[in-house]
């Protein structure tokens, strides 16, 4: 692994040299995956970002989990537009008991489904879930460190950084591909952005998807714009593809703060995978212009 110093010294090249490196990694292909938000609002914990925690008053509309035929509709539409991967979202720390077993039949459902592969980003994980998990057949279980662990308290304080980074090394031990990556512009230094990218270097993720804040109103962090510019997001993905050569390192959450010309850049050089559609409760990108972008750059779509 690539150590601190030059990480600090390649993130501080001149921009064009550093992706110029960075490209050395990226492959010629792009995977798409899509996402249902399952379960929406209502979180007990404390994320300063985020428009689901019951501690903001953000207006946000909550419901319980939905139904399995939802899930398994929404996976198969998301092969329309390219998608190899489905990822089931909840809101919430940790699964809950109640709505575990339908979870676990959701999963079994979108295994079924030729062409697309399961992924999972339910919370905080125990043992006993991690194995249940992996039994029926779960591909990719998604859960972000967010953020460096020097900076983690300024964003949370209702768990811990090492109760996430417990979760992934759970997610590796029953076998199943880890999904692990960050959100951009909450304020973190460049330097923690680089230990961002070396911690992610130590948990040797299959997937790593970079998001980038996009402030929700009534949350601490609403007036957080400015935190970070198109150049810095741009040098953060390149420094992250460089620490994680193997990693497909995926652009999501907040991705249309990049001017079009800046994604297309991002898929040159240091991304080779998107989530398309909507997110969780902001509005994402169009996945046919996401397709027609792809194509436009000479890629292809896997």
């Not at 919430?92 to 079924?112: H, R, V």
């Not at 417990?166 to 680089?194: D, F, H, S």
């Not at 198109?230 to 992250?240: K, V």
Request: aromatic residues 6%; hydrophobic residues 35%; glycine residues 6%.
């Amino acid at each position: 692994m690539t150590d601190k110093e030059e990480l600090i010294r390649l993130y501080n090249l001149d921009l064009q040299e550093l992706l110029n490196i960075s490209q050395m990694y990226v492959k010629n292909d792009v995977e798409f995956c899509s996402l249902i938000n399952a379960r929406n609002g209502k979180c007990s914990q404390n994320c300063k970002y985020c428009a689901q925690s019951s501690h903001y008053n953000t207006e946000i509309d909550t419901f319980p989990l939905v139904d399995v035929d939802k899930v398994v509709n929404a996976a198969e539409d998301s092969l329309k537009y390219g998608a190899s991967r489905f990822a089931i979202v909840t809101s919430g720390k940790t699964p809950q008991e109640s709505d575990f077993a339908k979870i676990l039949c959701m999963i079994e459902k979108i295994n079924k489904i030729e062409g697309l592969k399961s992924c999972a980003s339910i919370g905080i994980l125990n043992e006993e879930q991690a194995q249940k998990l992996a039994m029926v057949g779960l591909k990719r279980f998604h859960h972000n460190i967010n953020t460096s662990r020097t900076y983690y308290p300024e964003v949370c304080t209702t768990h811990s950084f090492e109760e996430r980074i417990n979760t992934c090394k759970l997610v590796k031990k029953y076998g199943m591909e880890l999904c692990c990556g960050v959100i951009l512009g909450m304020g973190e230094t460049p330097e923690q952005r680089i230990e961002m990218a070396m911690i992610l270097a130590e948990l040797e993720p299959d997937s790593i998807p970079v998001n980038i804040l996009m402030p929700i109103a009534h949350t601490p962090f609403e007036n957080y714009i400015d935190k970070i510019d198109e150049e810095n997001i741009l040098r953060t993905l390149a420094i992250i593809k460089i620490a994680n050569p193997k990693s497909v390192v995926r652009l999501c959450g907040g991705r249309m703060r990049l001017s079009r010309e800046n994604q297309e850049k991002a898929l040159m050089t240091s991304v080779d995978g998107l989530m398309t559609g909507n997110y969780l409760t902001t509005i994402g990108a169009n996945p046919q212009q996401d397709i027609e972008m792809v194509k436009n750059i000479g890629k292809k779509i896997i």
